[in-house]
């Protein structure tokens, strides 16, 4: 027969564990609470709330809190690697937008230097744009301060003054006093070692291009090389 004494122990217990038991649910209670400010996470969804409700303890409490908190973590590095990757593609055509541009202005202020160096120099219209197209390939860039340079530091006008020797049929050609017309015409072109209809230096690909851009260079060419048009 159980004593007063072991009634009174077992109903102390009782109240202890049930007191405890109360006491971790106002903590789980408070700790759902402020898990709130954490959007986009339901408490309800985490692994180990299911085993708090069964024996919760300050330890499974903390841990709770801990795995919350880490999801939450989780979706936040998510959106901002989301975001990072988002405004490095945005960069990367900036980027390359504003490296088109560079070149656009570049390519203009090199033909317009061109342009209007061959202006002054007489050359004649219908070959200006051969020549800007020679001075791409040789290599003309635009300096930080705006001028339009070969590789090997001449100006438009100097490059121009070297090409009368190997382009002259992009100038028109003179006429000294006594001189046989067709004769002297002529030759200036046939010395000419741009000229693709010559034997010595026959290239298809540069004849389309000149019969493309300037047909009247192209025509005087092939005469000054003998091809009959």
Do not use: C, Y
Request: no cysteine; aromatic share 4%; proline share 4%.
């Amino acid at each position: 027969m159980p004593t007063q004494e072991d009634i009174d122990k077992v109903l102390n217990a009782k109240r202890m564990e049930s007191e405890a038991h109360g006491k971790t649910k106002l903590l789980l209670a408070a700790a759902q609470e402020k898990l709130k400010v954490f959007e986009g996470i339901d408490p309800a969804s985490i692994g180990r709330l299911q085993k708090i409700e069964g024996d919760a303890t300050s330890e499974k409490i903390a841990a709770f809190v801990d795995d919350a908190v880490a999801a939450r973590l989780g979706l936040a590095t998510a959106e901002l690697q989301r975001k990072l990757g988002t405004q490095t593609e945005q960069l990367q055509k900036l980027t390359a937008a504003r490296a088109e541009l560079a070149r656009q202005i570049t390519t203009s202020k090199i033909e317009q230097t061109i342009r209007e160096s061959a202006r002054l120099a007489n050359v004649l219209p219908e070959a200006v744009d051969d020549l800007i197209a020679l001075a791409k390939v040789d290599g003309a860039t635009v300096t930080d301060d705006g001028r339009v340079v070969l590789p090997d530091g001449r100006d438009a006008t100097g490059w121009l003054e070297d090409r009368k020797a190997t382009s002259p049929w992009a100038w028109p050609v003179s006429r000294g006093s006594g001189a046989h017309g067709d004769s002297h015409d002529r030759g200036g072109l046939m010395d000419s070692p741009d000229n693709p209809w010559k034997a010595e230096t026959f290239s298809l690909t540069r004849q389309g291009q000149i019969l493309t851009r300037t047909p009247a260079v192209a025509a005087r060419l092939m005469s000054a090389a003998g091809v009959k048009q």
